[in-house]
């Protein structure tokens, strides 16, 4: 079993920057790829950033490559993205998850095979 807190989301300006961070909890968090989600209001759930469970590997949407960064402290069970040049279309809340096969991340239609979720930290862009 696998707890996911995540933290950070707050109202920023657009153009700046913001981190988000998710502790999980259990004893074997390296075993366990670690992604971002986002959900925008009146909007389906849409993959943000995906990490391997040895953080050497990364996968993100074509959309939020070079702006978003997704990255992960196995020591401190912490997994974190980063966000920079926001703007009000990022408006969203955003959910972290984790799963034991990174590959749920990378395809769309294994998405909803992903074990674990957390309740989400809301994340909003004024213009």
């Known amino acids: 079993q696998v707890q996911l807190v995540e933290s950070g989301g707050g109202l920023v300006q657009a153009g700046d920057s913001l981190r988000l961070s998710c502790a999980a909890s259990?004893?074997?968090?390296?075993?366990?790829?670690m992604g971002w989600f986002r959900q925008a209001p009146g909007k389906e759930r849409e993959f943000v950033a995906a990490?391997?469970?040895?953080?050497?590997?990364?996968y993100y949407a074509d959309s939020r490559k070079g702006r978003f960064t997704i990255s992960r402290d196995n020591a401190k069970k912490m997994v974190y993205l980063q966000m920079n040049s926001l703007n009000p279309e990022n408006t969203a809340v955003y959910y972290c998850?984790?799963?034991?096969?990174?590959?749920?991340?990378?395809?769309?239609?294994?998405?909803?095979?992903?074990?674990?979720w957390g309740k989400g930290t809301l994340v909003t862009v004024s213009s």
């Open positions: 259990g004893r074997t968090f390296s075993i366990y790829a």
């Open positions: 990490i391997s469970g040895s953080g050497d590997s990364t």
């Open positions: 998850a984790a799963d034991t096969h990174y590959i749920n991340f990378l395809s769309p239609s294994r998405h909803n095979a992903i074990d674990y």
